[in-house]
């Protein structure tokens, strides 16, 4: 995206694109995630990332 809309530096793209989630409460993201399945959901994105290394679900 930073080389796309031809920023200097990313962080540039960060504050001005990420700025309208930042403002954003927990509560708000809960309220929509309500009945989405999470636990699933972070298990199968994670599994099989290199940066984990254990299981992030088990891990709460």
């Known amino acids: 995206m930073q080389t796309m809309l031809g920023h200097r530096h990313v ?3 960060k ?3 990420l700025e309208p989630f930042r403002a954003l409460g927990v ?3 809960l309220a929509h ?3 989405f399945p999470v ?3 972070m298990a199968q994105a994670f599994a099989a990332h290199p940066m984990v290394a ?3 679900v ?3």
């Open 27 to 29: 509560q708000v993201l």
């Open 54 to 56: 254990t299981d992030p």
């Open 15 to 17: 504050n001005v694109y």
């Open 39 to 41: 636990a699933e959901f």
């Open 11 to 13: 962080e540039t793209t």
């Open 58 to 60: 088990l891990s709460l």
């Open 33 to 35: 995630a309500e009945g």
